[in-house]
């Protein structure tokens, strides 16, 4: 059974730091890009973050550029998503997706979800 399980959300004050880990079992996601949505109270669901398979390539909603950073260690089958600088409107769930390419993220679909991590940033 193919699972990806996030980890690290939290409650966190405005400009404050969370690191999200997203571990995927069942099978390995080496040559599968990974990323991260997220979906706040009331809002669609929308696209944050990618990484390609390799790591060479990654793509950030302009919300959240220079501020997260996405990466991967295939070896732990794991994705990372370091957000810096939180702001209240990054308050949501947060998903972890699997595609088989970044395209199909950023176009807003996945074809693994994990099951989401809360974030809260208070002002």
């Known amino acids: 059974q193919v699972q990806l399980v996030e980890s690290g959300g939290g409650l966190v004050q405005a400009g404050g730091s969370l690191r999200l880990s997203c571990a995927a079992s069942?099978?390995?996601?080496?040559?599968?890009?990974m990323g991260w949505f997220r979906q706040a109270p009331g809002k669609e669901r929308e696209f944050v973050a990618a990484i390609s398979w390799g790591g060479a390539s990654s793509y950030y909603t302009d919300s959240v550029k220079g501020r997260f950073t996405i990466s991967r260690d295939n070896a732990k089958n794991t994705v990372y998503l370091q957000m810096n600088g939180l702001q209240p409107e990054d308050t949501a769930v947060y998903y972890c997706v699997a595609a088989s390419n970044t395209l199909t993220m950023r176009e807003g679909r996945g074809e693994y979800w994990g099951q989401g991590t809360q974030v809260t940033v208070s002002s």
């Open positions: 069942g099978r390995t996601f080496n040559r599968d890009a």
